[in-house]
């Protein structure tokens, strides 16, 4: 009898959609750890490997550079194969890669392991839209999406001071090697829980009429509010994957004058400001049952706040928290055009589509990573300091005018969105 209650409670929770899809992303978690690691490793990159500003960014991309490449196709494979048996290898890959990142002996060892895991990264977000577009209704997907990213920024505040603490303890090796070992505990998870479709899902078999491969491309790529949404997406995350991922300690230690420890804290507020927002944007968006209308609401108070955290210098930590905790509540409005791209366009291109999405969104990350580190460089006076270049407050605040201007183009897009209203795509719908 204890036998079949336990059985019973496995089989519950492996129905459970939240279960299943929340698990799933323990995925995207982990993969948000190894993207935004070289905040906290960085000093250590530098000295280990030898890198200059410019060098190091584009180190630190080589991760985005490889998802950005293969997401594109990931979509597809997603639209026709088993989204559990392509997350569970791909987070397998991911895992090794991370191993043989750690106990790199050289630059392009380093950067080929970072530039392996990247791929496997390109699966991490889409996997995860695309089972919750199968496990919910279309009238909770924005919440299910806000709830996924927030597993994401879990992962990217682990990255922050929590990391930056246990590479101060044990060293950037023994740190990463610890992050590889955590990431087979999520894998193991994964194997028990992850399930393709509810158990009352009726599986159709392929039709004549299903799109082909590159049809469903071709579909993905002929439609402006999957480019829209994907770019606007990709302008308001630069606060995540260029100042989270790579820059922000460096910017807070140079204009603001920031401790690193006190630096990483302060960076971390972005995630958890992201945390506590990608819900309640997502509620939001539901209950009013708009799309566009938070989206440029969105970009309006990041504008403002980005600005604000340029012109007044020499902030307190506690001020610069506060600021970067409120950039990342209001840029959480990035996540309302995954919905939209899903009630823009047909179920079975739902994968295709989004992926063009992440295609543009990380596309932009590495791009930016690597021209901040451009704008430094340009910038730079000539300081150099134990061997190291070393960058003013006026360089990194002439490198994060990127931001705004990133912010207001976004706001631009934002206004030409086509507004779904909540609605999910039927066949009469223009595309």
Not at 121 to 147: E, N
Request: charge should be neutral.
């Amino acid at each position: 009898m204890a036998t079949t209650t336990t059985v019973e409670s496995t089989q519950k929770l492996t129905q459970n959609p939240w279960v299943v899809c929340l698990t799933c992303a323990l995925f995207f978690l982990y993969e948000f750890i190894q993207m935004n690691m070289f905040n906290s490793i960085s000093p250590e990159m530098i000295k280990t490997f030898k890198v200059n500003a410019s060098e190091l960014g584009n180190f630190s991309a080589m991760y985005l550079y490889a998802t950005t490449i293969f997401v594109f196709f990931v979509g597809a494979t997603l639209d026709r194969f088993s989204v559990r048996k392509l997350v569970l290898a791909a987070m397998a890959s991911c895992v090794i890669f991370t191993t043989l990142f750690a106990i790199s002996t050289s630059l392009v060892m380093a950067e080929v392991f970072r530039f392996l895991s990247g791929i496997s990264g390109a699966y991490c977000f889409l996997s995860c839209i695309v089972l919750a577009s199968r496990w919910f209704p279309a009238k909770q997907l924005a919440l299910a999406t806000g709830l996924i990213v927030t597993m994401a920024m879990i992962g990217g505040t682990l990255a922050q001071t929590p990391l930056t603490m246990l590479v101060a303890s044990v060293g950037w090796r023994h740190a990463i090697l610890l992050d590889s070992i955590l990431g087979a505990v999520f894998l193991l998870a994964m194997y028990f829980v992850v399930s393709d479709y509810p158990a009352s899902h009726v599986h159709k078999t392929k039709t004549k009429t299903q799109r082909s491969f590159l049809g469903s491309i071709y579909h993905a790529i002929s439609g402006p509010q999957n480019w829209l949404c994907g770019t606007y997406t990709s302008l308001m995350n630069l606060m995540i994957l260029v100042m989270g991922a790579t820059w922000g300690n460096a910017y807070l230690e140079g204009v603001h004058h920031l401790s690193r420890t006190e630096a990483s804290i302060a960076t971390m507020m972005i995630y958890i400001g992201t945390i506590i927002g990608s819900p309640a944007v997502g509620w939001y968006s539901d209950k009013i049952g708009k799309r566009r209308r938070p989206m440029i609401e969105g970009a309006i108070a990041a504008l403002f706040l980005s600005m604000l955290l340029i012109l007044t210098p020499n902030l307190s930590t506690t001020a610069v928290s506060i600021i970067l905790f409120a950039l990342g509540f209001v840029t959480s409005t990035q996540i309302i055009s995954y919905p939209v791209i899903f009630e823009s366009n047909p179920k079975d291109v739902t994968g295709s589509c989004e992926s063009l999405a992440s295609f543009v969104i990380l596309g932009g990350g590495a791009l930016f990573q690597y021209v901040y580190g451009v704008l430094l460089d340009n910038h730079w006076q000539g300081q150099i300091i134990n061997g190291v270049r070393s960058y003013s407050s006026a360089d990194h605040v002439y490198a994060f005018y990127m931001i705004p201007i990133a912010i207001v183009i976004s706001l631009v897009l934002a206004l030409l969105i086509k507004e779904t209203n909540c609605e999910p795509y039927s066949s009469n719908k223009n595309d």
